[in-house]
């Protein structure tokens, strides 16, 4: 599998079928959009044998969270101003239908996680946040270490330094192994 950046003339992007409509709709008629207008980027997963057959995909951009929106200990053990804070946006990440269960949505999430942190290192950014679509998706987030940003939210976020810590044992795994 190889995950690279959305190419108009490369992917079939109408053949995408994650299940949820507006996922679907994202990538089938706003993606390249939201590129050429400098709002996000999309990354999707693919198989080496065939390139042009989207497997799975994500969207990044940037956003601000409010300070006060975190939790107390979260904010006090990150030491974080009370202002607005510099962050990425995971704002879609969807799977394909042919594919789903067998870890594909956990690479992309992996590939953003470590994309939004080498962003962080050269911008700034204290968190990835991520609008889970419904209910049971948040699991899926909170299994990487996401938290919500209060109960019964379907926002949630994830400390960049979080992030590092992750990144940073799957490399030693890795190596080890």
């Keep these: 599998?190889?995950?690279?950046?959305?190419?108009?003339?490369?992917?079939?992007?109408?053949?995408?079928?994650?299940?949820?409509?507006?996922?679907?709709?994202?990538?089938?008629?706003?993606?390249?959009?939201?590129?050429?207008?400098?709002?996000?980027?999309?990354?999707?997963?693919?198989?080496?044998?065939?390139?042009?057959?989207?497997?799975?995909?994500?969207?990044?951009?940037?956003?601000?969270?409010?300070?006060?929106?975190?939790?107390?200990?979260?904010a006090k053990k990150l030491k974080l101003p009370k202002h607005e804070l510099p962050a990425s946006l995971v704002a879609r990440l969807a799977v394909s239908e042919s594919v789903k269960r067998r870890g594909i949505g956990e690479l992309l999430l992996m590939d953003a996680m470590a994309r939004c942190a080498r962003v962080a290192d050269e911008v700034g950014g204290v968190a990835i946040v991520v609008d889970a679509l419904e209910e049971k998706v948040v699991a899926f987030y909170e299994r990487v270490g996401f938290r919500r940003f209060e109960p019964g939210s379907l926002k949630l976020f994830i400390p960049i330094a979080t992030v590092r810590e992750l990144l940073g044992r799957a490399d030693r795994q890795r190596q080890a192994g």
């Design 1 to 74: 599998m190889i995950i690279e950046s959305l190419q108009k003339d490369k992917h079939h992007r109408l053949a995408f079928r994650s299940g949820k409509e507006p996922l679907d709709r994202f990538i089938h008629e706003y993606a390249h959009q939201a590129l050429a207008k400098g709002l996000s980027k999309t990354y999707v997963a693919v198989d080496e044998a065939d390139e042009t057959v989207i497997l799975g995909y994500y969207t990044v951009t940037t956003c601000r969270i409010d300070a006060g929106a975190l939790p107390d200990t979260i």
